[in-house]
């Protein structure tokens, strides 16, 4: 497996919250357990950060020197600006029920198109789309500290679909 761990620099961790370490855990435990999501590379760990202009992504392997990337905050802030838009109208408290399906169909088709965007920045990532998805989620963990925008009403599904 080329990407075995995926952590979050130091900094970051370390300013943390602990609701907002625990979704880091469960974001970076979700990519590492499907698809490789960098297949093409050895065995190493993704230390993932962030500063004010971009998103760092370090790929250290015991045995290599260290390999990063960079993704520039402008290439994915318009996508990510709209996601943590929809989140916050969806955690609103003047929300009618009858918005919030809609509401959260606008916020998948905005997380598709961020896997979509990723894959275009990253393209040594994973072909996987639900790989791409799942990277989109750390990216907009990293950038946001989504755990401060308020509670998500539960998904709402029509009853007849799932069958």
């Known amino acids: 497996m080329p990407v075995h761990a995926i952590r979050i620099e130091e900094r970051l961790w370390s300013s943390a919250s602990p609701l907002r370490r625990q979704e880091w855990r469960t974001i970076t435990a979700d990519i590492v357990s499907g698809e490789p999501p960098w297949p093409s590379r050895e065995p190493c760990t993704l230390v993932a950060g962030c500063d004010d202009r971009d998103l760092h992504f370090v790929f250290t392997a015991s045995s290599l020197p260290v390999d ?47 896997a979509g965007r990723i894959g275009a920045l990253l393209p040594d990532l994973s072909p996987s789309f639900e790989t791409r998805r799942r990277f989109f989620s750390l990216v907009v963990s990293l950038l946001v500290d989504t755990t401060r925008l308020g509670p998500l009403p539960a998904h709402q599904h029509d009853r007849r679909r799932a069958r």
Do not use: N, T
Request: a negative charge; charged letters at 25%; proline letters at 6%.
């Open 68 to 114: 990063a990337l960079a993704l520039a905050r402008a290439d994915v802030a318009p996508l990510v600006g709209e996601y943590v838009g929809l989140i916050r109208k969806l955690s609103g408290d003047d929300l009618y029920p009858a918005h919030i399906e809609p509401l959260d169909m606008a916020k998948r088709v905005l997380h598709d198109a961020g």
